[in-house]
């Protein structure tokens, strides 16, 4: 799949390395909710963009909206438990980030999901990760991006205050406590001038 990624001018390496995580920063939303953020926790991020563009079997989907069937503005990727990542630094990431929040969420995070946005006119509606456990129990979600930075906005369940994450290049974002159930993430369609990127969501068992 042919890609147009202009890469970060602070990631000249193509050596893939992940940092430590000792360096997240939290953020208490409130209700119960935080973020942990960590810029450039991936060296190497562009690199690792081109492969996964190239090689993972990305799908495209339709979903029934309102009357009508709508292209999915994205395109999707799904690692389950069992499944052998597309690679081996992402195995890493997933078992670095189980080793770092073991104690506090008590269980591995086990599945990978991947989003593809091409571009600006790629999105995510609105949404809580919360079909399965986490529309009950709190939980966490690790989000790994790659390739051009795109805005994470998060927004209190019902409206409030809107927070803006930028997010690219090896970054990592951690969504944890009520998040899922309390606040709403979605990335947005933008009309400025953007290139292509990939997130991989690190989610523990039955939280989709």
């Known amino acids: 799949m042919a890609t147009h990624l202009q890469g970060s001018l602070f990631d000249q390496t193509d050596e893939l390395r992940l940092g430590t995580l000792d360096g997240t920063r939290r953020t208490r939303l409130g209700y119960g909710a ?8 991936l060296s190497g991020g562009d690199a690792l963009f081109e492969q996964l563009a190239a090689d993972v079997p990305w799908r495209a989907e339709r979903r029934t909206m ?15 438990a069992d499944d052998p990542l597309p ?3 992402l195995a890493e990431a997933r078992e670095a980030l189980c080793r770092h929040y073991a ?3 008590g269980e591995p995070f086990t599945t990978a999901g991947l989003c593809y946005y091409r571009d600006g006119r790629d999105s995510v509606a609105w949404h809580g990760d919360r079909i399965g456990r986490g529309a009950r129990e709190d939980t966490m979600v690790a989000i790994l991006s790659v390739g051009a930075p ?13 927070l ?13 406590g009520s998040c899922q159930r309390t606040w709403e993430h979605s990335v947005p369609k933008t009309a400025r001038a953007t290139g ?13």
């Open 150 to 162: 795109r805005d994470l906005l998060l927004r209190p369940v019902g409206g409030g205050d809107t």
């Open 103 to 105: 104690d506090e969420l």
């Open 164 to 176: 803006r994450r930028p997010l690219g290049h090896g970054d990592l974002i951690v969504m944890g």
């Open 34 to 41: 935080w973020i942990d953020v960590l810029p450039g926790w």
């Open 196 to 208: 292509p990127r990939i997130s991989v969501q690190y989610r523990p068992r039955g939280v989709q």
């Open 66 to 80: 309102y009357d009508n069937v709508v292209d999915v503005p994205r395109l999707l990727a799904f690692y389950g």
């Open 87 to 89: 690679h081996p630094v």
